[in-house]
């Protein structure tokens, strides 16, 4: 599980400030989805405790409380597993690993880190493992 990998060189494109910016956005993700976590967790985790009798005469309300249950916490699930690969991406930026591929370890292209800072594996190697799914 736990992939020993040492990386030598450094990311030829990230530098400094751009590290910096890419931290920026980090913080800025990881803060939108800890302000959301808890409204989805109330929203995914609540009973149908509202007192009122068991009659499937509503049921199709039921169905659609459920529904949006679902959603919830797969958003919930979505958004606690980003939140593993953000402070993975913080350990990378503080271990100067930060930028190269989980998988092949080849630096990544600059546009993906600035839009997917957190993004563990390279465009190819994502859809490699996207396409063998
Ligand atoms: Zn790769």
Same mark, same amino acid.
């Given at each position: 599980?736990?992939? #020993?990998?040492?990386? #030598?060189?450094?990311?030829?494109?990230?530098? #400094?400030?751009?590290?910096?910016?890419? =931290?920026?956005?980090?913080?800025?993700?990881?803060?939108?989805?800890?302000?959301?976590?808890? &409204?989805?967790?109330?929203?995914?985790?609540?009973?149908?405790?509202?007192?009122?009798?068991?009659?499937?005469?509503?049921?199709?309300?039921? &169905?659609?409380?459920?529904?949006?249950? &679902?959603?919830?916490?797969?958003? =919930?699930?979505?958004?606690?597993?980003?939140?593993?690969?953000?402070?993975?991406?913080?350990?990378?930026?503080?271990?100067?690993?930060?930028?190269?591929?989980?998988?092949?370890? #080849?630096?990544?292209?600059?546009?993906?880190?600035?839009?997917?800072?957190?993004?563990?594996?390279?465009?190819?190697?994502?859809?490699?493992?996207? &396409?063998?799914?």
């Amino acid at each position: 599980m736990a992939k #020993k990998k040492t990386i #030598k060189q450094k990311h030829p494109k990230l530098l #400094k400030k751009k590290i910096d910016f890419i =931290l920026e956005i980090l913080n800025k993700k990881r803060a939108v989805i800890l302000s959301d976590i808890p &409204g989805l967790m109330t929203e995914g985790l609540s009973q149908h405790n509202d007192g009122s009798s068991s009659s499937p005469l509503h049921f199709a309300d039921i &169905g659609t409380d459920e529904f949006n249950q &679902g959603i919830a916490l797969s958003r =919930l699930e979505r958004d606690e597993s980003l939140i593993d690969k953000i402070e993975i991406a913080y350990e990378k930026i503080n271990s100067g690993k930060f930028g190269f591929c989980d998988e092949c370890e #080849k630096p990544m292209k600059l546009g993906r880190l600035e839009f997917v800072p957190w993004a563990p594996l390279c465009i190819e190697c994502q859809e490699l493992i996207e &396409g063998n799914s």
